[in-house]
């Protein structure tokens, strides 16, 4: 009768941390950073807790392939400061894209993480790679089929 009015709280010796794939053909963005991120704290796991890392390494092939809906891959503009006067920079999606693809899944993924050191220690769980090939396979990583594609464009 004593333990049942104790809360369960997962220790970090406990946390069973995987690698999984995901491959990125064909999916949106958007649809794909969320799961993504979701696999990233953890929160598919019953024993989640919002304030430690358990959430599971995450290698996304294809990053080249990704697609994007309606006119966001004419409109869509990252901007950013250097802080100096004048320092307003902008590039395209068409420009990112054709430089490095990964820094457009990293980006869509970093915005949806804490906005904290837990949220820097998640990122460093995420891998992003532009072909098919990783240099990740010994960790034995399991391939998840996403349907993140299930609304009709």
């Given at each position: 009768m004593e333990n049942m009015n104790k809360?369960?709280?997962?220790?970090?010796?406990?946390?069973?941390k995987k690698w999984v794939i995901l491959d990125a053909e064909d999916q949106i963005l958007g649809?794909?950073?969320?799961?993504?991120?979701?696999i990233l704290r953890g929160k598919h796991k019953a024993t989640?807790?919002?304030?430690?890392?358990?959430?599971?390494n995450v290698i996304i092939?294809?990053?080249e392939k990704i697609k994007l809906t309606g006119l966001k891959a004419e409109k869509k503009v990252y901007r950013w400061h250097s802080l100096f006067p004048g320092g307003?920079?902008?590039?395209?999606?068409?420009?990112?894209?054709?430089e490095s693809p990964e820094k457009i899944i990293e980006h869509a993924v970093r915005g949806m993480l804490p906005k904290t050191k837990l949220g820097k220690k998640l990122f460093q769980n995420l891998k992003v790679?532009?072909?098919a090939e990783h240099p990740h396979i010994a960790q034995n990583p399991v391939k998840i089929a996403l349907d993140v594609n299930s609304k009709e464009q």
């Open positions: 809360t369960f709280s997962i220790k970090a010796k406990e946390v069973d649809r794909l950073a969320t799961k993504t991120a979701m989640y807790t919002p304030s430690m890392d358990m959430g599971d092939i294809n990053a307003l920079k902008e590039r395209s999606f068409s420009q990112v894209s054709s790679y532009q072909g």
